[in-house]
């Protein structure tokens, strides 16, 4: 049994105009390579920078055809951002309680991460129900994230049900022990903003051996 192939991580500055990210993907799709993540870096009138993850590929081949090709201009080989970065937490709401759980976060991060492990910290202080909910319903979009606290004093309504949601496509959604419907529609309810930090770099770490769905109480 082989091992399977890395994924690949391209920068292509390309032409601009109808038709680049057809003929890209096509070349791609040729050699066997399935695009994972794509994002457009920059685009002016009269180049284009584009971001690709592609798994599978041949790479050897697909690197020649793509540097031939007569939309690509340069064809850069980066690291991904899994390698990079790894695995993602957000915190968001109130900025003291934001501060207060990435200090729990970004400490205990660290611990794993000089042990090989690779996991950010992303905060966004935020107040007002609509943009809290619509920032929730917005996580499971961004690439890498595993987990989601939520840090406020007082959160309910349409977050709860933006809560509910992500949690139903995978998201661990993990809340301070605030006023409000939230803390019921979360799977873990912590009261120490930095414990919360904590808890939700343990609940993804590879090298932790807490599981939040092995515990018997979910209200700490």
């Known amino acids: 049994m082989t091992d399977p192939v890395p994924p690949l991580a391209l920068v292509l500055t390309t032409r601009s105009g109808p038709g680049v990210l057809h003929a890209v993907s096509g070349i791609i799709a040729a050699h066997d390579g399935d695009i994972t993540t794509l994002t457009i870096l920059e685009h002016t009138a009269d180049q284009t920078r584009l971001l690709l993850e592609v798994s599978g590929p041949r790479l050897d081949a697909l690197l020649r055809d793509l540097t031939g090709s007569d939309v690509v201009q340069q064809v850069e080989r980066v690291a991904t951002f899994q ?3 790894g695995k993602r937490v957000i915190i ?3 900025g003291a309680q934001v501060g207060q759980v990435a200090i729990g976060a970004i400490a205990e991060a660290d611990r794993h991460n000089i042990r090989g492990e690779k996991i950010s910290v992303d905060t966004i202080p935020l107040v007002g ?8 319903r917005a996580v499971p979009r961004l690439p890498r994230v595993r987990v989601l606290v939520l840090a406020g004093s007082l959160m309910g309504g349409d977050i709860e049900r933006a809560v509910r949601e992500v949690r139903a496509q995978g998201l661990t959604v993990i809340s301070l022990n605030m006023a409000g419907s939230v803390p019921d529609a979360c799977d873990l309810v912590v009261t120490d903003p930095v414990q919360a930090g904590v808890m939700a ?3 993804i770490a590879d090298t932790a051996r ?3 769905d092995r515990l018997s109480r979910r209200v700490f």
């Open 83 to 85: 390698h990079v970065f």
């Open 92 to 94: 968001m709401g109130g």
């Open 129 to 136: 129900e609509q943009p809290l909910a619509e920032a929730v």
């Open 201 to 203: 770099v343990m609940a």
């Open 210 to 212: 807490f599981r939040i």
